[in-house]
């Protein structure tokens, strides 16, 4: 009975302490896989600002080269260059800076939600640490009704009288 209860109490709390380690382990792997989350996130939105650099820097090449078209086309019809034909060119440049907007504005619309995910995914890292603690928390708690079930096998010694105490401990070698 004394063995067979302490046995009991002993490996609930042998399961509980492990229980409560594989609980903290989870939680700091949830949150490593947050975290590396945050930062391929992170990694994407450096991508996008640079895809959007070279995409701008595409894009003026192109207006540069179509808008010198138009122009040495305008030029060749023998038509002056003003009126009509340098509205026609004044417009296809503001087309051409208002697709550079667009490219940027998208960019950093993109950025900004990667950014926002990063963030996201590091409040999750937390939560996956702090709730890890918590509930390993709790599992200690719940184990400790198990240590008030031990049971400490005592010595007891019972003694007649001050001259037997005495007695004893000079046999003992203590006198």
């Not at 540069?64 to 023998?78: L, N, V």
Request: glycine letters at 6%.
């Amino acid at each position: 009975m004394f063995l067979s209860s302490n046995l009991i109490s002993l490996l609930t709390i042998g399961g509980g302490l492990l229980s409560a380690t594989a609980q903290i382990a989870q939680g700091r792997r949830e949150a490593s896989l947050f975290e590396f989350n945050a930062s391929v996130q992170r990694q994407q939105a450096t991508l996008i600002q640079a895809k959007a650099k070279l995409d701008i820097e595409r894009q003026r090449k192109q207006a540069r080269s179509f808008i010198a078209t138009q122009r040495a086309t305008i030029g060749a019809s023998g038509v002056r260059f003003s009126g009509s034909p340098l509205a026609v060119v004044e417009d296809t440049a503001a087309e051409f800076i208002l697709d550079a907007r667009i490219i940027d504005f998208n960019a950093r619309v993109e950025v900004f939600n990667k950014l926002s995910g990063a963030q996201q995914s590091l409040a999750q890292a937390q939560i996956a640490r702090d709730s890890s603690f918590i509930k390993a928390g709790a599992t200690l708690l719940s184990i400790l009704p198990a240590f008030g079930k031990l049971k400490f096998p005592t010595k007891t010694t019972t003694f007649k009288s001050r001259f037997d105490l005495a007695g004893q401990l000079s046999a003992e070698g203590v006198f």
